[in-house]
Nanobody
Framework: QVQLVESGGGSVQAGGSLRLSCTAS????????MSWFRQAPGNEREAVAF????????DYLNSVKGRFTISRDNAKNTVYLQMNSLKPQDTAMYYC????????????????WGQGTQVTVSS
């Protein structure tokens, strides 16, 4: 099992930026993919971005393409989500997730989850 701890959330005005971090510990050697999901009140959890171990496969939710960038530092077992040009509709709890499977946007493929970090964007 992999333990995940997110940080970096906060409150910003529209147009601002935040960088989320997710640090993994435990059996990280078997992890093939790490992702960010988000869930706003009253909404279902949705995938935001994923990145594989070698960082040569990434994908994004259409609504964040061009604004968010996912990256990772394997030496630090950390994945980042740089969020620029934030919009009020980006307000949500953001969760980091890890899987031993190939990357996907299906949350049921992920067996390890962090506790989440809140992002609030005001207009």
């Amino acid at each position: 099992q992999v333990q995940l701890v997110e940080s970096g959330g906060g409150s910003v005005q529209a147009g601002g930026s935040l960088r989320l971090s997710c640090t993994a510990s435990g059996n990280t050697y078997s992890t093939k993919c790490m992702s960010w999901f988000r869930q706003a009140p009253g909404n279902e959890r949705e995938a935001v971005a994923f990145i594989n171990t070698d960082s040569d496969s990434t994908d994004y939710l259409n609504s964040v393409k061009g604004r968010f960038t996912i990256s990772r530092d394997n030496a630090k077992n950390t994945v980042y989500l740089q969020m620029n040009s934030l919009k009020p509709q980006d307000t949500a709890m953001y969760y980091c997730a890890a899987t031993v499977r190939w990357c996907s946007f299906a949350q049921w493929d992920y067996n390890s989850w962090g506790q989440g970090t809140q992002v609030t964007v005001s207009s």
